[in-house]
């Protein structure tokens, strides 16, 4: 009994003295083994050939290999671009209506709780469903869009079929899922604005339109820069509706560089090179990462 | 900043005519902010419309038709569909990794946040979960397949349950250690103080005060582990296939089964709606805290 407790208060000793250590390490090992370990393997992929034969992987160390499917792929310049104005285009769009709507709902009188309600529901949909419910509405014969413009008497339109609208279509889903996002960052930041300044500023005879330009957005700033980033890197990994809408698509004309890596991975099954591309992917979002954050620190109000 | 005043007249004409206009401009708020309502919730309206159609009235397009629930049946209970099955799974992995998320997550949040760790520690540690984080999770998808290949956990819920967890730690990490920033240091010093150790004093006083942060990083963890799509896609077959894979398969089947689809659509919705009325002061807060610290 006595030794018993004795040690269990040894136990209890050595936790408290090694609390500092053991509370941080669980989430270092997983970590190491779960991301960096992969990473480092991504690395060794990047430059090594990768065939399955009987059921095992065979590696050979083929760096040339690698860099020359890449020059030699045409589709990867239509598909970056595709994704710079997939990213730039979905996030100005939704970071102007975000904040509209923000200012809109903050000047309501009642119902906000409501309107955020309502907009939290679009982030929680799964965006599985949200490309499957898309691809109905998009749909040639019978989708709601089609309908609605048989109405005004324009001939159907192949939204999803056409090489020229496909990339268009993905984007006006995107924006329909995240505008609520960019909402709720700004709307918090719209009720957190100071009511005496706004005053002020009215007081002193500013109009609604200079005291929207010259006081409130200024204020907003760092939340809306904070808005720009989040999205930004959300958009760059969109792969999920990308995947159900356009995931067989017409051709490459509207691929985007998750959905890329998808096919060049999972069914070329390059895996060599598509770790190749998955690292240049990776530095590329680093680079952009820490440029985003110098801009961001420069937003900040002095 | 002031305007210029142009004699007692002109003050009262401008006020009448901003008056005027700020009628005017709440009027038009009020129509674009209904605008926005119809956008937002129209979709779904439809969708859901379409759950209770059979395939043939989804086809010729028609608004009038007689609801039926046949298609919620052949998603839940037919032979060929594997929706239950998913159900079982995205429960379990969504559950399982919610869990370790939390306590793994937590626990770093809080000795990255209490202790004095070189600064190396804490710049490499938030650093590297940062990169993580923003990196497309398909890059990942690759060499994961590999490692667990090797592991021979391709296809299985621990495999899925790990690269959740991974995916999801940063989060729960960030958002943890603003909740605990949050509070004031002098509650956990004052009962240092008295006698408590460092133990029981992050479980008995400090632990209890940041229950809505629990809340709000594991209803965030586990929406985002039920909704993950990526991952579940590549390293599953159709026995741990999770509710976005199946619900993938009706919309991506060679023959696609619309009404199906939308059914599954809005069943694989329910979960996260469920969650929603439960915490949602809770889940807005997670969404703004974690994005404006």
Redesign the interface.
Known sequence: MVRGQRRRRGIVDWLNATFQHWSLLPAVLLFVLLTLYPIANLLRMSVSTIDFMHGSEVWSFTPGRNWASLLSEPALGPTVINTLIFVVVGVVVEVILGLGLALLVGSMTRGKGLMRTLMIIPILIPPVAIGSMFKLMFNHDFGLFNQLLAVAGIGPVSWLGSTSLALWSVITVDIWHWVPFVFLILFAAVEGLPGDVLEAGRVDGATRWQLLWRVALPLLMPAITVAVLFRAILAFKAFDEVFLLIGGGPGTSSELLSLHLYKVFFEQNQLGYGAMLSVLTIVGVLIALLLGRRLAAGARPA | ???P?TGISGVAFEERG?IRS?TR?RIL?LL??AL??V???G??L??LM?SFKHQIS????AWIFTPTLDSYKDVLFSRRSDFMNGLYTSFIVATASTVIVL???T??A???H??R?AHW?VAG?LG????????????????????F?QLNLYDTKTALV??H??VN?PMA?WLMMSFFKALPPEIEEAALVDGC???SA?WLVTLPLVVPGLIATGVLSF?FS??E??IA??LTSQTNAT???V??K???DYE?Q?SQ??A???L??VP??L??FFG?RF??QG??MG??K
């Open positions: 900043m002031s305007a005043v901003w700020a401009a708020g674009l902010i926005a309502i956008v937002i919730v979709p779904s439809w969708i379409n989804i086809l010729s397009g306590v793994v997550g626990a770093a809080y000795s990255l209490r202790f760790w520690v540690f590297w979960t940062l990169a993580f984080h923003v990196i497309p999770i398909i890059t990942m998808v690759g060499p994961w397949y590999l490692v290949k790990l690269t967890v991974a730690l990490v150790r460092p133990l992050f929406i039920w909704n799509f990526t896609l590549n509710v976005p894979v619900v993938s009706f919309a991506n696609i619309h689809m939308a599954a659509s809005i694989a919705t996260a709606l969650l929603m949602q889940i807005v969404l703004t994005s404006v």
